[in-house]
């Protein structure tokens, strides 16, 4: 198959390419790189085609291939991204979404998207199933949201086939965010403290980079849902027992601050429906992610 990946030389995007590759897929990188690193797709760089492109851009379908059987959509600048409402890359989930969906329906594509479990908001019930009600509590959600809703637009309208992946605390090498495991991997190297919110014991469901691209490759296959799955790591850990970890592989003792309060997002994600999709799906893990995750990181001290 030929599948485009946008975003693909992003965190997840670059190694969604790298799978899709090994597995015998013709790939098409697009990315603007304004958080995308060109490094990250160094290995594999002369085996797809890669095009500096912003979805955003007016002439973007001129740019493209429409030949494709796949579109991984993917791109968002996510590491760029705060809570500032300046930083929140509006156009990119809503006209560069649009464009990369015109772009599916150029090439009689089907769209996997990638969403986020961000759009559930705070959670009313655990764990979360994909009936869920969405209620964003961050601006980043709501992005993610409209473009599940564009997905769904294009589908009544236009015929379009996706599949929406509501992507759970993904980690691994190459993720450039100053999120809470790169933080306790930066101190256990460094040598430094963590702090913790409510004593650590809120719970996510951490996912590792390389089974995502495990899922991802495996539903770039023509069927289409039409609907959405949940994409997380089978065991919901909490911050502490990541922290834990981290400091285990590393082989230290952290220090650890604790901060009054309590983080009410316990993001305990259901994946029944993803494991009855591929009932053959295994994960990677935690400490043999962990320790590629931290060879990265020892990597770019260097």
């Given at each position: 198959?030929?599948?485009?990946?946008?975003?693909?030389?992003?965190?997840?995007?670059?190694?969604?390419?790298?799978?899709?590759?090994?597995?015998?897929?013709?790939v098409v990188c697009v990315d603007s790189l304004i958080s995308g690193k060109a490094e990250n797709l160094s290995v594999i760089l002369d085996n797809l085609t890669f095009l500096e492109l912003d979805i955003t851009d007016s002439t973007f379908l001129e740019a493209v291939p429409v030949d494709l059987d796949c579109i991984v959509h993917l791109a968002f600048p996510t590491p760029l991204c705060t809570r500032d409402r300046s930083r929140q890359f509006h156009t990119v989930a809503s006209i560069g979404t649009a464009n990369v969906l015109d772009w599916a329906l150029a090439s009689n594509a089907k769209v996997l998207y990638g969403s986020s479990i961000s759009v559930y908001g705070v959670p009313e019930f655990l764990p979360i199933t994909e009936e869920h009600r969405v209620n964003p509590?961050?601006?980043?959600?709501?992005?993610?949201?409209?473009?599940?809703?564009?997905?769904?637009?294009?589908?009544?309208?236009?015929g379009l086939e996706f599949e929406i992946l509501r992507i759970s605390d993904v980690f691994g090498p190459r993720d450039g965010r100053a999120n809470a495991i790169n933080n306790f991997i930066a101190a256990a190297l460094s040598g430094g403290s963590v702090r913790l919110k409510g004593e650590g014991k809120q719970r996510r469901s951490y996912t590792y980079v390389a089974d995502i691209?495990?899922?991802?490759?495996?539903?770039?296959?023509?069927?289409?849902?039409?609907?959405?799955?949940?994409?997380?790591?089978?065991?919901?850990?909490?911050?502490?027992?990541?922290?834990?970890?981290?400091?285990?592989?590393?082989?230290?003792?952290?220090?650890?601050?604790?901060?009054?309060?309590?983080?009410?997002?316990?993001?305990?994600?259901?994946?029944?429906?993803?494991?009855?999709?591929?009932?053959?799906?295994?994960?990677?893990?935690?400490?043999e992610a962990l320790a590629a995750t931290i060879q990265y990181h020892r990597m770019r001290l260097q």
């Open positions: 198959m030929k599948v485009g990946v946008t975003g693909g030389s992003g965190f997840i995007g670059s190694h969604v390419c790298e799978r899709l590759l090994a597995d015998g897929h013709s509590m961050l601006v980043y959600g709501a992005n993610k949201l409209h473009g599940e809703m564009l997905c769904r637009a294009y589908h009544e309208m236009y691209a495990d899922i991802i490759a495996s539903l770039v296959s023509p069927v289409a849902s039409n609907s959405l799955l949940n994409i997380a790591g089978p065991n919901a850990l909490s911050i502490r027992d990541v922290l834990e970890a981290v400091a285990r592989v590393v082989g230290t003792e952290l220090e650890i601050d604790v901060e009054p309060g309590a983080d009410p997002r316990d993001y305990v994600i259901d994946t029944e429906r993803l494991n009855a999709r591929l009932p053959d799906l295994s994960f990677t893990g935690l400490t």
